[in-house]
Structures are given as C-alpha cells and as structure tokens.
C-alpha cells in the first residue's frame, strides 16, 4: 500500500447559519457536548468523513447537530491556522447558511447538548476560531444583500413589501427611504404581486407577494445584475 510522505491535517467544516426572528437577525450556535470547549458555544459543525464531499458534509452536519434540512448553503472560506484546534491540526471550511425561521424549528442531537438562536449583536464567547468565522460571515452576507436576492431566503413563500424592506434594514443596519426602496425591489421584475392580503392583522392588511424564482434563473443566464 502507498504511504504517503507527509502528515495529513485533518478537515472538518462549520456552518454560520443565520435567520431572521422577530426583527433581528439571528446566528444559530450549538454547545458543546464534548473536549475542547464542552459546555461552550460554537458554530455547527464536524469533520468531514472520507467517502464525503464538503457540501454534503456540511448538511450533515446540520441535520444531526440542529435538525435543519434544504438550506440555503455557499462556501465561505479555509481557516487553517495551526494552533486553531488544540487536539490536533484541523483544517476548516466555512459555509454561509440562510434558514427560513418559518420552515425550520431547530432541536439539539449528536455531540451537541443544545442548538439555539442568538442575536448576532448578543452573543456569548465561541469556542475555537468561530468568532473569525462568523464575522466573516456576517460581513459577506452584508455584502451580497445588495447585488444578489439572498433576502428572500429568510422570508415565508408569501410575504409583503414591508417585511422586505425590514429585512434589509435589520442586516444591512441602517434605515431605508420607504418609497425609494419599493421603487427599486419593484423593478427588478422578480416580485409577482398575489391576489391574496394579510390576515389576523390590527392595520390595514397589505398585498402579499411571491419571489419569481424561476424569472431569477432565466434571467441570471442572460446576464442580468440584482442591485438594491
């Protein structure tokens, strides 16, 4: 058998997976269960098994650590620091993770004792590098709101103008002008206005309106630019 000539490191990945919950935007983090860092709080994830790509290592990860399923994933970036795991030399690859709060409770299993939301401007120490991680994260996602439909991940299918307009508010963490704001997301063209208004409202309900995912393909292929 062929022996390689150098150590391998070992990989795994975690996931900064984030929501939107009662106007903030949220991080779902999972305690520790086991060393190092058990009882602390920290990023989901685990190491990548042999016959595993990353991606699929990464949702796996998140069902049997939160029970979350169909999510929104992209790969963020390698952390590889040689100190960053004391137990030996780990190599990670960070994901970005967007969940629809309205489709996906969250409950605890595996190596990990709890999985909770924390708001990303309230949250406890994190174990390993996952703090590094998670502003990374955080700042890519910021990013991205703006030239790429990313939002509509964290809404329910149906949803109405203002709840968009919160939405980029609560991430981007400034106000937006209301009647600019709906001229721009309008524009797009992705928005298809139902004949269908909130319900079980005190105000006045508002019409309800659906993300035209499919336009959003057909029109990527033609080269088309989101920007709010």
Same mark, same amino acid.
């Given at each position: 058998?062929?022996?390689?000539? #150098?150590?391998?490191?070992?990989? %795994?990945?975690?996931?900064?997976?984030?929501?939107?919950?009662?106007?903030?935007?949220?991080? !779902?983090?999972?305690?520790?269960?086991?060393?190092?860092?058990?009882?602390? &709080?920290?990023?989901?994830?685990?190491?990548?098994?042999?016959?595993?790509?990353?991606?699929?290592?990464?949702?796996?990860? @998140?069902?049997?650590? =939160?029970?979350?399923? $169909?999510?929104?994933?992209?790969?963020?970036? =390698?952390?590889?620091?040689?100190?960053?795991?004391?137990?030996?030399?780990?190599? %990670?690859?960070? #994901?970005?993770?967007?969940?629809?709060?309205? $489709?996906?409770?969250?409950?605890?299993?595996?190596?990990?004792?709890?999985?909770? &939301?924390?708001?990303?401007?309230? !949250?406890?120490?994190?174990? *390993?590098?996952?703090?590094?991680?998670?502003?990374? /994260? !955080?700042?890519? @996602?910021?990013?991205?709101?703006? &030239?790429?439909?990313?939002?509509?991940?964290?809404?329910?299918?149906?949803? %109405?103008? %203002?709840?968009? +307009?919160? @939405? #980029?508010?609560?991430? !981007?963490?400034? /106000?937006?002008?209301?009647?600019? *704001?709906?001229?721009?997301?309008?524009? =797009?063209?992705?928005?298809?206005?139902?004949?269908?208004?909130?319900? $079980?409202?005190?105000?006045?309900?508002? +019409?309800?309106?659906?993300? $035209?995912?499919?336009? #959003? /393909?057909? @029109?990527?292929?033609?080269?088309?630019?989101?920007?709010?």
């Amino acid at each position: 058998m062929y022996s390689y000539k #150098y150590p391998h490191p070992a990989v %795994t990945v975690d996931c900064a997976v984030f929501g939107l919950d009662d106007g903030d935007l949220k991080v !779902l983090l999972i305690q520790r269960d086991l060393e190092p860092f058990a009882g602390s &709080w920290a990023l989901p994830g685990g190491f990548v098994k042999l016959e595993e790509d990353l991606e699929a290592s990464a949702r796996r990860e @998140l069902e049997e650590e =939160t029970g979350v399923t $169909d999510l929104y994933l992209e790969q963020l970036a =390698t952390f590889g620091a040689p100190d960053r795991d004391p137990r030996e030399r780990v190599i %990670t690859v960070a #994901y970005l993770s967007i969940v629809n709060l309205f $489709d996906h409770p969250v409950t605890a299993a595996t190596d990990a004792r709890k999985a909770a &939301w924390f708001p990303v401007d309230a !949250l406890p120490r994190l174990a *390993f590098d996952h703090e590094d991680i998670l502003d990374l /994260a !955080l700042a890519r @996602l910021r990013s991205k709101l703006r &030239w790429q439909p990313l939002g509509f991940e964290f809404l329910p299918e149906k949803f %109405t103008l %203002t709840q968009v +307009q919160r @939405l #980029y508010e609560t991430i !981007l963490g400034e /106000a937006l002008d209301k009647r600019n *704001f709906r001229k721009k997301i309008l524009s =797009t063209g992705l928005l298809v206005p139902l004949e269908e208004v909130e319900t $079980d409202v005190a105000h006045r309900a508002a +019409q309800l309106y659906r993300f $035209d995912r499919k336009e #959003y /393909a057909r @029109l990527q292929k033609k080269g088309y630019g989101f920007e709010i």
